[in-house]
Each structure stands twice: as C-alpha cells, then as structure tokens.
C-alpha cells in the first residue's frame, strides 16, 4: 500500500511496508543473528547451505537492505584495525612469478588491488596457476580450504584471447582484469582502448596531422575485440585511406615496419607501446621525417620523451576489488547471467618537452620519437 503526500505542489508516493530487520529473519531462519550477518554478507566462515537458508529466509520475508547502512558499515569495517582480515585471492594467471614480482604493468596493478583491499579491511594473498606441481582444481582446493570466496584474476601476458580454468564457479565470487574472454564469461574490469584510440587521435589533430598512421600490437587488439582498430577506422581524419595507414604488428616480425611508414605518407605516427619504435629504422625515420609521435601505452613520466595514455593501472586494480566486494557484499556467486565490464579510458598525457619538432616548428603535446 503507498500513500501520497504532497510537498510543494509535488506528489511523492511512499511506502508504508514494515523494514524487515535482521533480527525477523534471523527468528525466521531459527539462527542467531551474527550467523544472519556473517550469511548475507558472504562470509566464509558460514557454510553454504547455511547462507542458502538465510537467503531463502530473507526473500520470503521481502528484506531489501539498506544501501546506505551497507556503505556506512563497510566504511567502519575497513577502517577498524583486525588481526586477521578476511582474504581475497590475486590468482596469477599463465604468470611466472617472476613476472608477477618484476612486470612494471603487473605490479602497477597489483598494487592498485592491495591498497584498496587493505583500505577496505580485506588481506590480499598471491596465488600461481602455474607453479610446479600446481593442477588448477589443486589450486581451487587450496583457495576454498584457505575460507577464500572472492578471487581477481589477473591480466595475462601470454598471447591467448581465450582462457578457463577447470574450477567450480559456483564456489566463488570472481573478477577478471584486462579484456581477455574467459570460459565462463565473468566480470571483467579494463582499459577502454577504443576511447584511447580517439583520445589520441584528437591530440594529433590539434597538431594538424591529417594522415596519422598506427602501429598496434595485434594481439592486444584482437583481445579488445578491435577496439584499436575499430576506432581508428572511426575517427581517423581521412577515413578513406584509413586502412592503409594501419599496421597489425607482430613483435616476432618486426622488420619491414620502418619500410611500410615510409611509403605510408604518413605525417604522424601512433604506437601501441613506445617499444614498437625500436623495430628496425623506424626511431630514425621518425627523426628525420619530423614526424609526431604518440603512445598509447605511456610509459611513465621517468621514461616518456612522447606524450600518450596512462592507462591508469592502478586504478583498474582497485576497482577491480570493488567490484568484487560488491559481489560479496550481496552474496552473488559463480559466473554471471549478464557479465559486466567497467572500462576506463586513462589520461592523455603531454611528452615533456613542449615543443615538437616539425618542418613549420609547431608547438603541442604530442612529442617525437627519439
């Protein structure tokens, strides 16, 4: 039943049904109310059939949290000191742990995820899928007897656009980090190059570049479902002479590249990473053709002569924990009807020095390759 009340000329309806409080679906269920606390929070301390019975409990009884309750109460439990936080797991996936330990992306990431889990109470623990002797279902055992509902799973530097884990998903709630598809599909968090893409496109147009070609990594862009590709296509300023201007690189086969920029025409050059400008003859081709250059990689401010995209990877790392918290949170397990994906632009970012070198001595942010 709602009734109407009017404030200043507007009608706003309310509700009149009663709260449904822990305590009714605590009596309801036959269980303490701690037990219904720890359930619908996700705990791993309860056992599932227990928090299956305190989920049917409460949708019989209509209970709807309170968001805002919800918020304020994570908000004391991440900032109330605990001796033994409850654990995620980081799952290194395809990942040497050296890799894992000296990558600056993967750290970068990494970083970010640790820092949010600790500000929000939770303990981040590492986990390899490939350590010796490690089967996956092994290291599904591990994680479930170590009390671990929540996993992130970690960006890949192996060439796979495709990858699954033989594991229960039933049992945990998961997020992936990067745009590589998994079997099952699950939530994902990641770079949004297609918006990269044009982001740099505008740049270069601010510096009238009119023929901007690109050199992306093929894999990478096969992994974003051609968001590279696709927005070049998209935005580029002359679209007719766009697929010529474009090169799928192959890190493997990088000779020739330097051969196909000269005859491209090109009056400026976009990069996937700044390594692409070590193939042969391409760092010295852009030199002597004055050509702006443009990362969409940037690689950080004690590195970058170029301008490009920070992609914020730190930043995918803590919202990835998020994401995932928000799954506990409300008791969501296994691999989801409809997966979401958050995508995050980055931030272009201006080479150090302001001043390019062009035949006409035009000024921007752009930078050159050198």
């Known amino acids: 039943m709602a009734i109407a009340v009017a404030v200043n000329s507007f009608t706003v309806p309310t509700s009149t049904q009663p709260v449904v409080t822990l305590k009714a679906i605590a009596r309801h269920a036959g269980l303490s109310l701690a037990t219904v606390s720890y359930a619908l929070r996700g705990h791993p301390k309860i056992p599932p059939e227990t928090r299956d019975r305190v989920a049917a409990a409460a949708r019989a009884l209509g209970y709807r949290p309170d968001p805002r309750v919800a918020g ?3 908000h004391i439990r991440g900032a109330r000191a605990r001796p033994a936080a ?13 890799a894992s330990a000296e990558h600056p ?13 600790e500000r929000l109470g939770f303990a981040l623990e590492e986990f390899w899928t490939d350590d010796p002797g490690m089967s996956e279902r092994r290291l599904q055992e591990i994680i479930v007897a170590r009390g671990i509902t929540g996993v992130l799973l970690s960006p890949v530097l192996t060439p796979e656009t495709s990858l699954a884990l033989d594991w229960d998903w039933g049992r945990f709630a998961a ?5 590589v598809t998994w079997v099952p599909e699950l939530h994902h968090v990641g770079h949004h190059h297609f918006l990269a893409m044009r982001m740099v496109l505008l740049e270069l147009a601010k510096l009238g570049c009119r023929r901007p070609a690109a050199v992306v990594d093929a894999v990478i862009d096969d992994r974003a479902k051609h968001a590279w590709t696709g927005a070049f296509f998209a935005n580029h300023p002359e679209p007719d002479r766009a697929r010529q201007l474009l090169h799928l690189h192959d890190p493997a086969r990088p000779r020739g590249l330097a051969a196909w920029l000269r005859r491209s025409g090109a009056d400026g050059l976009i990069v996937s990473t700044v390594a692409q400008l070590s193939a042969p003859g391409v760092r010295a081709f852009c030199r002597e053709a004055r050509l702006p250059v443009a990362t969409l990689r940037w690689p950080g401010r004690s590195q970058a002569v170029i301008g490009g995209i920070d992609q914020a990877d730190e930043l995918l790392g803590a919202q990835a924990v998020d994401l995932l918290i928000a799954q506990l949170n409300h008791n969501e397990r296994g691999a989801p009807r409809q997966p979401g994906m958050m995508l995050f632009p980055g931030q272009w970012v201006p080479a150090r020095s302001a001043k390019l070198t062009r035949g006409r001595g035009n000024a921007g942010g752009a930078g050159t390759g050198s």
Do not use: D, K
């Not at 409850?86 to 050296?98: G, Y």
């Open 72 to 74: 304020l109460m994570a």
């Open 86 to 98: 409850e654990r995620l797991a980081f799952v290194w996936v395809h990942t040497p742990r050296r």
């Open 105 to 117: 992306y993967l750290r970068a990431v990494f970083r970010g995820a640790a820092t949010r889990a």
């Open 175 to 179: 997020v992936v980090i990067g745009n």
